[in-house]
C-alpha cells in the first residue's frame, strides 16, 4: 500500500534506503509544494545527482565532517 499522510511534509529525511532518483520517487509525493527531501551518502553519488539535475530537480550537496572514522559522508537536498 502506499503511505497518504493527512497532511505532507516540509521535509522527508532518509538513510541507507535507495539511489537517490528511487528515493525521489517514493518521497517527493509526501512533500509540500516547497518542501524537499534529504539524504545522507556516503561517496558522493556523482551519476545519481547528475541524473536528478537533468530531470529538472534541484540538488545541492554538502560533505560532513568525517562520522565516527567510517568515511566520508554527504547530505544531498533534492527538490523541484
Request: proline share 6%; net charge positive; hydrophobic share 45%.
Amino acid at each position: 500500500s502506499v503511505y497518504k499522510p493527512l497532511q505532507p511534509f516540509d521535509i522527508v529525511l532518509s538513510r541507507a534506503v535507495a539511489s537517490l532518483p528511487r528515493l525521489w520517487e517514493l518521497g517527493s509525493g509526501l512533500l509540500t509544494p516547497n518542501g524537499f527531501l534529504v539524504a545522507m551518502k556516503g561517496v558522493q553519488p556523482v551519476d545519481e545527482i547528475l541524473l536528478l539535475s537533468n530531470q529538472g530537480m534541484k540538488v545541492t550537496t554538502k560533505q560532513t565532517t568525517e562520522i565516527l572514522n567510517i568515511g566520508e559522508r554527504h547530505l544531498i537536498k533534492i527538490s523541484l
